[in-house]
C-alpha cells in the first residue's frame, strides 16, 4: 500500500506564489516516478509537472515556465513551487507516485497511487 501526505495548499492573489509538498510512505519501493495531478470540479484530473529517477521532468504547456518540480524519488518526495499564479491555476492539487517510466506517465492513464489532494486558490 502507498501513502502519500500533501501539504501546501491555500489561498494566494493572483500573481503570487505557493509551494506544495508530499511525502510518501508504504510500499513504495518500486516508485520511479513522482509529480502532480490537478483537477477543476466537473473536469478530467490533468498532469501538471513529473519526474523520474533518471532526472527527467515534464511539464504541462500551462505550467512552463511558472512552476518548478523537484524532490528526490528515492526518499518518496516531491515539491512543486508555483509562481505568477493565475486563477485558472485553482484547482485540487494532487500529488501522485508511480512505477512506471515518466513516458508512460505523460502517455497515460496516471497510476493508482494518489495523496488526498490539497486545494489552491488563486483569487483577489
Known amino acids: 500500500q502507498v501513502h502519500l501526505v500533501e501539504s501546501g495548499g491555500g489561498l494566494v492573489q493572483p500573481g503570487g506564489s505557493l509551494r506544495l509538498s508530499c511525502a510518501g510512505s508504504g510500499s513504495i519501493s518500486s516508485i520511479v516516478a513522482m509529480g502532480w495531478f490537478r483537477q477543476i470540479p466537473g473536469k478530467q484530473r490533468e498532469l501538471v509537472a513529473m519526474?523520474?529517477?533518471?532526472?527527467?521532468?515534464y511539464y504541462a504547456d500551462s505550467a512552463k515556465g511558472r512552476f518548478t518540480i523537484s524532490g528526490d524519488v528515492a526518499k518518496k518526495t516531491v515539491t512543486i513551487q508555483m509562481n505568477s499564479l493565475k486563477p485558472e491555476d485553482t484547482a485540487v492539487y494532487y500529488c501522485?507516485?508511480?512505477?512506471?517510466?515518466?513516458?508512460?506517465?505523460?502517455?497515460?492513464?496516471?497510476?493508482?497511487?494518489w495523496g488526498q489532494g490539497t486545494q489552491v486558490i488563486v483569487s483577489s
Open positions: 501522485n507516485a508511480d512505477p512506471r517510466p515518466l513516458r508512460a506517465v505523460i502517455a497515460g492513464p496516471p497510476f493508482n497511487y
Open positions: 519526474f523520474d529517477s533518471g532526472g527527467r521532468t
